[in-house]
């Protein structure tokens, strides 16, 4: 079985994530969801990528559940892509991509689009893991448990 | 300009980090790291590609910041890759891969691994986006502002 496949039944669930949305498109296209798109055409204007790449996209994200396709919410004859549950649930990830590139992948004379809390109408806070009692967890004061065969 | 290409200078940090580490096996190595995981050899077994596919991402990792280069801490002549700073603040974006592959990615019957508090030793906490306020926040009770030009 080659690596990549090796991936959809990994026993680690970083690794099956990311053979599910382990490229930029995929997140770029759910992101895309998040901001209200829904059309064809509107993740086509907004990607400015091809649209037989679009369209596969668009494909493997319907297979994994993460969009579903849905007649049109105006009647027109072009359908829709809507996000899931599934969907709607990696808004962690989608955060945490913003959150470590608005750190760290900018000038200081640079600027950047900022993701806003509507009620406060102030950017989000820095999205950090941290325990039940609060305290931040990083890589140091956490491990993985592994399954007893051994597999990561 | 070509689309991919343009991630590399998106106002949209979702675009510039998946520009960064949009690719499954970057993130993968970043994931064994926080494991441990410091030797060319030891990624190599751990995700099973090809040598140059490995080195190809290592070096990619080590210019981008992610990753720097060392001696060897037991002192022999092979190097090792340690995350920096930049690296370590990926943490959140594996861990929400990870929680979103837990909750959605397994059978009933299947296993995964788990990351443990060290400190608990129990799992760690779902980690959601939440206002200062402690609101969680989701796709819709957030927005993007974007910049005056109209770019994302």
Redesign the interface.
């Known amino acids: 079985m080659a690596?990549?496949e090796?991936?959809k039944h990994a026993?680690?669930?970083?690794?099956?994530?990311?053979?599910?949305?382990?490229?930029?498109w995929s997140?770029?296209i759910v992101?895309d969801a998040?901001?209200g798109k829904r059309r064809f055409g509107e993740f086509l204007d907004?990607?400015?990528?091809?649209r037989n790449i679009l369209s596969g996209r668009l494909r493997k994200l319907v297979e994994a559940?993460i969009l579903e396709e849905a007649a049109a919410s105006d009647g027109s004859a072009y359908g829709e892509y809507r996000?899931t549950r599934?969907g709607?649930?990696?808004?962690?990830?989608?955060?945490?991509?913003?959150?470590?590139?608005?750190?760290?992948?900018?000038g200081r004379q640079e600027?950047?689009?900022?993701?806003?809390?509507?009620?406060?109408g102030?950017p989000?806070?820095r999205?950090?893991?941290?325990?039940?009692d609060g305290?931040p967890?990083?890589?140091a004061?956490?491990?993985?448990?592994?399954?007893p065969d051994g597999?990561?």
Request: charged share 25%.
């Open positions: 690596a990549r090796q991936l026993p680690c669930p970083v690794a099956r994530a990311l053979d599910a949305v382990g490229d930029a997140l770029l992101r998040y901001d907004s990607l400015g990528i091809a559940g996000l599934k709607m649930d990696l808004f962690p990830v989608v955060v945490g991509l913003r959150q470590w590139g608005e750190k760290h992948l900018y600027r950047h689009s900022l993701l806003i809390d509507e009620a406060s102030k989000i806070p999205m950090r893991p941290a325990a039940a305290r967890l990083t890589p004061n956490t491990r993985v448990r592994k399954l597999r990561a």
